[in-house]
């Protein structure tokens, strides 16, 4: 009796050593063959569902190489996996709080995953090492509701800061029917634009703490912006800007977001953002 346990506590020994010892030691291999490791478990037992949006930290790379660098928080849905063991099978495991290292056949996941070229320093028999951390999951409409109230409040907080401004800066201009508020500086005597007639125009835009994002001045050739008005190609409270002007004149435009670019960010104009355009009317077709 006593050599038997000794037999089946040596037979135990050497399977775990085997185990330790393997194609990715201290990893876990599932029946697809994605190979994991979970470096901490929240305790959380919820898992994703497929299209809930997930918002986690992510980087992935080569053993040598970072691809992405995971800084940002990175949100996408869950779908369906594409190839066996792929990503979306790993983030399907996890909860929120959780950390994980998954390996993936890097070949399958720019092919099936990216749809795009595979980077000329990953082998295609390599793989890639996704370093995940779960901060939280979601189904859409939780967060189409959570993104309506953020901007809801963000929208607030725009309508406050232009109150502040225009107390600040003596405005006694009151707001167009729009949200526009339009100050003229020097009135023109030249033609008056309409739609469907080209305009240029110069023009120098700030942000309400005077951070100028834009200028037709600090273009290379100086040259003004021409656009014709009434196709959209410009934004709604500088058009409505141009429409009030005649050529030579000379305007200052308050913008809120509503009449820019609302809800979204546009280079280094912020989101909710109200704008502000020093202009003059250059030329009318």
């Not at 992405?68 to 949100?75: A, C, R």
């Not at 995953?113 to 779960?134: A, K, Q, W």
């Not at 656009?227 to 913008?255: D, N, P």
């Not at 009449?259 to 077709?285: K, M, N, W």
Request: with cysteine; charged share 25%.
């Amino acid at each position: 009796m006593k050599n038997q346990f000794l037999y089946f506590f040596t037979f135990l020994m050497v399977v775990s050593f085997l185990a330790s010892c393997g194609k990715y030691p201290g990893y876990k291999k599932t029946d697809t063959g994605l190979y994991y490791k979970f470096h901490e478990k929240s305790g959380d037992t919820a898992k994703p569902r497929l299209q809930d949006i997930m918002k986690m930290k992510l980087s992935y790379g080569t053993q040598d190489s970072l691809i992405m660098d995971g800084k940002q928080d990175f949100s996408l849905p869950l779908f369906k996996s594409l190839f066996k063991g792929d990503i979306y099978e790993g983030l399907a495991m996890m909860s929120k709080g959780d950390s994980a290292t998954f390996i993936i056949h890097a070949d399958s996941f720019f092919t099936k995953i990216v749809n795009g070229p595979r980077p000329d320093f990953v082998d295609s028999n390599g793989v890639l090492y996704f370093n995940v951390r779960m901060i939280e999951f979601m189904s859409q409409e939780e967060m189409q509701k959570r993104q309506e109230e953020e901007n809801a409040l963000k929208q607030k907080k725009e309508e406050e800061d232009l109150a502040a401004w225009v107390a600040a800066n003596n405005i006694t201009a009151q707001p167009e029917e729009s949200g526009l508020i339009y100050i003229e500086t020097l009135k023109g005597k030249g033609k008056k634009p309409a739609e469907g007639k080209k305009v240029k125009v110069h023009y120098t835009g700030k942000l309400l703490d005077g951070t100028k994002f834009d200028s037709s001045f600090d273009h290379p050739d100086q040259k003004p912006l021409e656009f014709t008005v009434g196709t959209r190609s410009i934004i709604q409270g500088f058009e409505e800007g141009i429409l009030k002007m005649q050529v030579g004149g000379k305007a200052q435009l308050i913008i809120p977001s509503k009449l820019a670019y609302g809800p979204r960010q546009s280079g280094p104009i912020p989101a909710f953002a109200t704008l502000i355009f020093d202009i003059e009317l250059v030329e009318v077709e």
